[in-house]
């Protein structure tokens, strides 16, 4: 028996592969399948089953990629309905895997159409869980993403019995595989790890620990915060069906001339995926930044709109990285990409943009001489409340491309913008900058070093804007 966790950092997703005999299966894989077919080539194995826990919402699934690569069956839980070819199954029904067996144990809750799948060891005996959504390390799926017709209170109601008659049934030692992990928005507070037991998860976790299923209900639903937007997006696509990444790539992966690229700007999203701190000291005019280094496909998702064009900016090279980590959440209209980057651009002579960057000493000078000077924190509100620069507003940078998130701040005021570390304030500032507001700096290193800084009051009250 093999089992190997693929997890990729920057969705927090984990995708699994299971082996015995030259047999494997694939569970929630991603939408770029290189790396379960080269593993299962590397291992003399063949794909035999796709297994999906559910549509996912916060990525595309690549099970019609893999089937297509593979002709092994997709296969859902109960209750699901697709636009293309699956096999539904049943509760209860048994998976051959070499001597090993997958069994489909229908877990609706989080969806109608959850699914887990137990794998049960050569003997027949459980020795590892595939929980999807349905059950994290130290929490549970949150009840109101793609839930159809139900409420998010019914949904969860469902949950409470799929985790006492499914999951908490089970043997302390079986290990629990989720499909996230923490920084997922797919649960409200994951735990610091990829995979626990039913054992440490019956005694620490709180949805398990409740036995009054009001309560739990309670717990389950309150506290949720507002979804990405690119969620019910991803959770329809999965559902219905996609162009295979061969034709994504064929349609985005063009080097386009500075003429070309400034033709086609027009009505088009900008996006510099360059780090954050080359992005500041200059850029195209307009352009959005959302660096790699960080959690570029989460934040893609959550800020850029589906329905228009996009072009990109990227370090050499990573052109192609860009693409496939915008397609693993849905974006399939990326024009091309500016053929020598924002260096050709700049040689050229073209027109650039740039955001001031300062350190937390300087903000510390500026603050006692200047009546115009506001601090915008633009981290979560639970980050905020657990402690900000005195008088500084919230603007969570989750919402600041909502209409109207901006219109507070007037011309005259000198924004000092900030996040945790860097990396979501000059996404910050390059949305700021884009919607004409230019009047405003970035803050190096974030509240992390602004928290110890000499003349930087820190407090617990809340100020919020928006």
């Known amino acids: ?23 494997a299966a694939i569970i929630d894989p991603l939408r770029d399948i290189e790396p379960y077919l080269e593993l299962a080539h590397e291992r003399n194995a063949s794909i035999k089953y796709i297994f999906e826990t559910h549509f996912h919402a916060d990525f595309v699934s690549g099970h019609l990629d893999l ?27 048994d998976f051959k895997i070499g001597k090993l067996t997958v069994k489909a144990l229908h877990t609706p809750g989080h969806t109608m159409e959850s699914t887990c799948y137990l794998l049960l060891d050569e003997n027949g005996e459980p020795n590892a869980v595939f929980t999807g959504d349905t059950l994290f390390v130290g929490d549970v799926g949150r009840p109101d993403l793609f839930s159809g017709d139900l409420s998010k209170e019914e949904l969860a109601g469902l949950l409470f019995e ?47 620990l409740a036995e009054d299923k009001a309560d739990f209900i309670k717990q ?75 959690r570029f496909a989460e934040w893609a998702g959550s800020l850029l709109p589906f329905g228009q064009p996009m072009l990109l900016v990227t370090a050499a090279g990573q052109e192609e990285e860009t693409i496939v980590r915008l397609a693993r959440v849905g974006f399939d209209k990326v024009q091309g990409y500016l ?32 009546e115009n000077l506001v ?45 945790q570390g860097g990396y979501r304030s000059v996404i910050a500032c390059s949305i700021m900058k884009r919607e004409g507001i230019h009047n405003l700096r970035n803050v190096n290193g974030g509240f992390g070093k602004m928290k110890d800084q000499k003349g930087l009051t820190v407090v617990q009250e809340k100020n919020i804007l928006n």
């Not at 979560?380 to 507070?408: F, Q, R």
Request: hydrophobic share 35%; glycine share 8%; aromatic share 8%.
């Open 162 to 208: 799929s985790l006492k008659n499914k999951i908490k049934t089970l043997p302390d030692h079986v290990i629990v595989y989720p499909a996230h992990g923490p920084g997922s928005a797919c649960g409200k507070n994951l735990g610091p790890n990829t995979y626990s037991t039913i054992g440490d998860e019956k005694s620490s976790n709180y949805a398990l």
């Open 375 to 419: 601090v915008v924190d633009v981290r979560k509100p639970a980050e905020y409340a657990d402690g900000h620069i005195k008088n500084a507003v919230n603007l969570t940078l989750s919402e600041m491309t909502d209409p109207g998130a901006l219109a507070d701040l007037d011309d005259h005021l000198n924004l000092y913008v900030h996040c």
């Open 220 to 294: 389950v639903t309150e506290g949720l915060a507002t979804p990405p937007q690119y969620f019910p997006i991803n959770a329809q696509i999965n559902k219905e069906g996609y162009d295979t990444m061969n034709t994504v790539m064929e349609r985005s992966l063009k080097p386009l001339s500075i003429q070309a690229f400034k033709e086609r700007s027009a009505g088009a999203v900008i996006l510099d995926t360059r780090n954050a701190n080359v992005f500041t000291e200059g850029f195209v005019p307009g352009s959005i930044s959302i660096g790699l280094e960080g």
């Open 339 to 370: 053929e020598g980057g924002f260096e050709a651009w700049k040689a050229a002579g073209e027109k650039i943009d740039m955001i001031i960057s300062v350190d937390p000493d300087e903000l510390a000078m500026d603050i006692p001489h200047d």
């Open 1 to 23: 028996m093999f089992i190997k966790q693929l997890y990729t950092g920057c969705l927090s997703e984990a995708a699994y592969y299971i082996e015995s005999d030259g047999e």
């Open 67 to 93: 089937a297509a690569a593979t002709k092994a069956p997709i296969v859902y839980g109960p209750e699901t309905v697709t636009s293309f070819p699956v096999h539904i199954a049943k509760d209860g029904e």
